[in-house]
């Protein structure tokens, strides 16, 4: 019933923008997670399912935008002023519910991943 499939990752010079999308199918709230090498994996962004509402990671907050078209069965994660930090594997979770305003923010609320895309921001 749900798949995701991520795209947009790529190699990047520090200050430049990326933006990732995840083809999600189903009512479901999303997030996105990220994990460099030999790191946990850490949440970055959130958003409902009606996309009212929007949680950020403090490392992300002002520089990331969440956002999905759930005409378009999409979720976006809009990244601008990348820093080398930001590097790394960028997962898209997914996680069916019925509640049209809630987020999650810890990786055992999803159900669903994608496969991830790659992430390199060069100083």
């Known amino acids: 019933q749900v798949q995701l499939v991520e795209s947009g990752g790529g190699l990047v010079q520090a200050g430049g923008s990326l933006r990732l999308s995840c083809a999600a199918s189903?009512?479901?709230?999303m997030g996105w997670f990220r994990q460099a090498p030999g790191k946990e994996r850490e949440f970055v962004a959130a958003?409902?399912?009606?996309?009212?509402?929007?949680y950020y990671a403090d490392s992300v907050k002002g520089r990331f935008t969440i956002s999905r078209d759930n005409a378009k069965n999409t979720v976006y994660l809009q990244m601008n002023s990348l820093k080398s930090e930001d590097t790394a594997v960028y997962y898209c979770?997914?996680?069916?519910?019925?509640?049209?305003?809630?987020?999650?923010?810890?990786?055992?609320?999803?159900?669903?991943w994608g496969q991830g895309t790659q992430v390199t921001v060069s100083s």
């Open positions: 979770a997914a996680t069916v519910t019925s509640r049209t305003s809630v987020v999650y923010t810890t990786s055992d609320r999803y159900n669903y």
């Open positions: 958003i409902s399912w009606s996309g009212g509402s929007t």
């Open positions: 189903g009512r479901t709230a």
